[in-house]
């Protein structure tokens, strides 16, 4: 008996980091018909060489998320979609406004405005663990949740401008959600790193050690200065567990995650943050770790 054909889904950003591992992640999960959104101009070759890539209908559109006609385009047709499409700088944007907050807040509403126009069944919102925190007024005994938002002032004050991006956009797909009757889920991936599916990307970063390219993204979020030589000296087996961690669990299950956000039964409340701590915990365990060892 043939199985029944799976519903037509986008993907936003879908040549990115987490949306190349989320289009992999449909297509060996049954999904046969995709349309991956990419940034105009940006290279989505990989995409057609994943796994079942062959047996799939992949369409790929070219769409700035802040072109509302690219962006409906892509969508229409589609019953699900995952909004993954968002700036990310590790450099001090020169207008923080223009390259990161805008397209976070009108780029997610205008996919937004384009599910409601198509009535999409369910859209999946890549947010980020930067929407729940830094949050310093939160009380010091209780464990963070769904209920935390970032503290914008807080960040802006320290010129953190992507948590503020981040906060944004989702606090704006809250309130369309509640005003148009869309079915939304959020969720928040804290640091996600691991294989590069992408080819060119490889060879691009093959002149660079492990330890400089994590040292260079935790800086830029924890605005930690740490040094990865004193941590293999103090925490060898902690260190390569961390990265033998991150490269073997976190990328995949971030895009497992999302697929599976769209298959679950639609929760009773339109405000559904899912704030995946199972996969930071792991994560922020071994830090913690590797953060002692490099002040003990």
Same mark, same amino acid.
């Given at each position: 008996?043939?199985?029944?054909?799976? #519903?037509?889904?986008?993907?936003?950003?879908?040549?990115? *980091?987490?949306?190349?591992?989320?289009?992999?992640?449909?297509?060996?999960?049954? =999904?046969?018909?995709?349309?991956?959104?990419?940034?105009?101009?940006?290279?989505?070759?990989?995409?057609?060489?994943?796994?079942?890539?062959?047996?799939?209908?992949?369409?790929?559109?070219?769409?700035?998320?802040?072109?509302?006609?690219?962006?409906?385009?892509?969508? #229409?047709?589609?019953?699900?979609?995952?909004?993954?499409? @968002?700036? +990310?700088?590790?450099?001090?944007?020169?207008?923080?406004?223009?390259?990161?907050?805008?397209?976070?807040?009108?780029?997610?509403? &205008?996919?937004?405005?384009?599910?409601?126009?198509?009535?999409?069944?369910?859209?999946?919102?890549?947010?980020?663990?930067?929407?729940?925190?830094?949050?310093?007024?939160?009380?010091?005994?209780?464990? *963070?949740?769904?209920?935390?938002?970032?503290?914008?002032? =807080?960040?802006?004050?320290?010129?953190?401008?992507?948590?503020?991006?981040?906060?944004?956009?989702?606090?704006?797909?809250?309130?369309?959600? #509640?005003? &148009?009757?869309?079915?939304?889920?959020?969720?928040?991936?804290?640091?996600?790193?691991?294989?590069?599916?992408?080819? =060119?990307?490889?060879?691009?970063?093959?002149?660079?050690?492990? +330890?400089?390219?994590?040292?260079?993204?935790?800086? @830029?979020?924890?605005?930690?200065?740490?040094?990865?030589?004193?941590?293999?000296?103090?925490?060898?087996? +902690?260190?390569?567990?961390?990265?033998?961690?991150?490269?073997?669990? *976190?990328?995949?299950?971030?895009?497992?995650?999302?697929? &599976?956000?769209?298959?679950?039964?639609?929760?009773?409340?339109?405000?559904?943050?899912?704030?995946?701590? =199972?996969?930071?915990?792991?994560?922020?365990?071994?830090?913690?770790?590797?953060?002692?060892?490099?002040? @003990?």
């Amino acid at each position: 008996m043939t199985e029944p054909s799976k #519903e037509a889904v986008c993907v936003t950003g879908a040549n990115g *980091f987490i949306g190349s591992w989320l289009v992999q992640t449909l297509l060996t999960t049954g =999904y046969t018909t995709i349309h991956a959104t990419i940034y105009p101009g940006s290279d989505p070759s990989h995409l057609f060489t994943l796994r079942a890539a062959s047996k799939a209908n992949l369409k790929v559109f070219e769409a700035d998320i802040l072109d509302d006609v690219a962006v409906s385009r892509a969508v #229409e047709g589609c019953t699900g979609v995952f909004h993954v499409a @968002s700036p +990310c700088t590790l450099e001090d944007p020169q207008d923080p406004q223009e390259e990161l907050v805008l397209p976070a807040v009108q780029g997610t509403l &205008n996919v937004l405005e384009a599910a409601k126009k198509f009535k999409v069944r369910r859209v999946v919102l890549t947010s980020s663990i930067s929407a729940l925190v830094p949050n310093p007024g939160w009380p010091r005994d209780k464990v *963070f949740n769904e209920t935390s938002w970032t503290d914008l002032d =807080y960040c802006k004050s320290r010129q953190k401008w992507y948590p503020v991006s981040k906060t944004l956009a989702e606090k704006a797909a809250w309130e369309f959600a #509640e005003k &148009n009757g869309i079915d939304v889920v959020a969720i928040h991936p804290a640091t996600c790193l691991g294989p590069l599916l992408q080819p =060119y990307l490889q060879q691009l970063l093959q002149g660079y050690s492990s +330890c400089c390219r994590v040292q260079k993204i935790l800086k @830029s979020i924890t605005g930690w200065e740490l040094c990865m030589s004193k941590m293999l000296q103090r925490c060898k087996c +902690c260190y390569l567990s961390l990265l033998l961690l991150l490269v073997d669990i *976190f990328a995949p299950m971030v895009s497992i995650s999302l697929v &599976n956000l769209l298959k679950e039964s639609p929760n009773s409340s339109l405000n559904f943050r899912f704030t995946g701590l =199972y996969l930071v915990q792991p994560y922020a365990m071994y830090l913690g770790l590797l953060y002692q060892n490099t002040i @003990s």
